[in-house]
């Protein structure tokens, strides 16, 4: 077997995710606020195009980096809506985030560089920068209130630094990061000649900040390579298309790779994916979800008024998270998460599968039922109280 393989950790979550089957086998109900993904179904415009697409012929092989049309469409949103000054040599289409990842870590890392990660962190940027033969080196945000640790990144880098990964707005934090923070992080890549691989997936879903594209804050963009995704802003997590922005350059090295690795991403998808990108119906129902996103946000600040988890609770300011810190009770926060399945049938996600060990939290949810949430946090608000 690859060696590398072995250095990927197991997932506590898929631990957690067997444990809620086994409960419910039994008959018994669980909360589940562990899921990382839409609870609303893809828009319909989205789902008849690609009926259409596919009635008409649009099953076969296509182009490894994406389709003509699709590029165009996603240099121009990148272009208007971002404000990164793209064409379509710009763009790479990819299955999903996850794939983009793959494809730029294994193209721009060797063996012995090494790659600043933030915690808390989304944990397949750790295993793909170890399935690139390169070291993570980890920075905690927690006692910066996960804003980010500029101080603590520029004493990390070191000759072998190759790259740093960000995400904002942040899973699990919630965070959005500032643009004049971005912009210093871009002085201190350039200083020191390493790349910013910048995951905007939750680009849709901003609350009480406006979300602000790293390679949009400078003209000389090379080393940015941004990461997005139609998963959560559309819903569409199941249909595995995302995609890359970066220079001419880096696209035709990712798309050789892309080449060896998928051969193309689904025609028919790549057509939804337009009129997820360019349709009003797809606009306004990603508006809705939004809203509604907001409007559970808004119950969970206010039904927690008076609490502990008032002081504990991470207010979001994008994406569907709320990361609560539990270090009053646990020192461990798979062991916390474990007891709150097993003794309240209530699912969490524990802070260390986003590598944050030293400052217990756990992640809840709240794309899922504002009943459930309300449930779950009543559950909380008793344990701690
Ligand atoms: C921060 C972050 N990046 C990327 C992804 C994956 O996106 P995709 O579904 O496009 O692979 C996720 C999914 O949970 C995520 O939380």
Redesign the pocket.
């Given at each position: 077997m690859n060696p590398k393989l072995a250095t990927l950790s197991g997932s506590i979550n898929v631990e957690l995710s067997n444990r809620v089957r086994e409960i419910e086998a039994n008959g018994e109900k669980v909360l589940k606020l562990q899921t990382?993904?839409p609870d609303f179904e893809t828009p319909k415009a989205i789902i008849e195009s690609a009926h259409q697409a596919m009635m008409s012929g649009s099953t076969h092989y296509c182009a490894s980096s994406g389709v003509s049309e699709l590029k165009e469409v996603i240099a121009k949103k990148l272009t208007s809506q971002n404000k990164i000054a793209s064409f379509k040599e710009n763009v790479l289409v990819?299955?999903?985030?996850?794939?983009?990842?793959y494809l730029v870590s294994q193209s721009i890392l060797a063996e012995k560089d090494e790659v600043i990660i933030i915690s808390p962190y989304?944990m397949?940027y750790k295993s793909c920068v170890e399935l690139a033969g390169a070291t993570p080196v980890v920075i905690d945000s927690s006692s910066h209130h996960f804003a980010l640790p500029l101080d603590e990144i520029e004493q990390a880098i070191t000759s072998k630094t190759k790259a740093i990964i960000i995400?904002s707005p942040?899973?699990p934090s919630g965070v959005i990061y500032d643009k004049e923070a971005l912009t210093q992080l871009i002085e201190i890549s350039k200083k020191h000649g390493i790349y910013i691989i910048s995951?905007e997936?939750?680009e849709d879903i901003c609350f009480s900040k406006e979300h602000h594209s790293v390679a949009a804050l400078t003209d000389d963009n090379e080393r940015i390579v941004s990461?997005f995704?139609?998963?959560?802003g559309y819903a569409m997590?199941g249909w595995?298309?995302?995609y890359i922005h970066a220079s001419t350059e880096l696209i035709s090295t990712f798309n050789k790779l892309a080449q060896y690795t998928v051969t193309s991403i689904c025609h028919f998808t790549q057509i939804a994916a337009i009129t997820a990108l360019t349709s009003s119906e797809a606009a306004n129902e990603k508006q809705a979800m939004k809203n509604e996103y907001s409007h559970r946000r808004g119950s969970i600040l206010a039904h927690i008024k008076g609490t502990w988890l008032e002081e504990k609770l991470v207010v979001p300011q994008g994406?569907f998270y709320c990361l609560i810190d539990v270090s009053s009770f646990t020192g461990d926060s798979a062991e916390f998460a474990r007891k709150l399945l097993s003794e309240y049938k209530v699912c969490f996600t524990p802070g260390e599968a986003f590598g944050l060990i030293d400052t217990p939290h756990i992640r809840m949810t709240f794309a899922t039922d504002l009943n459930t949430i309300v449930k779950a946090l009543d559950i909380l608000i008793t344990v701690g109280g």
């Open positions: 990382g993904e990819s299955h999903g985030a996850v794939h983009a990842f989304w397949p995400n942040n899973n995951d997936v939750y990461i995704s139609l998963s959560k997590t595995r298309i995302g994406a």
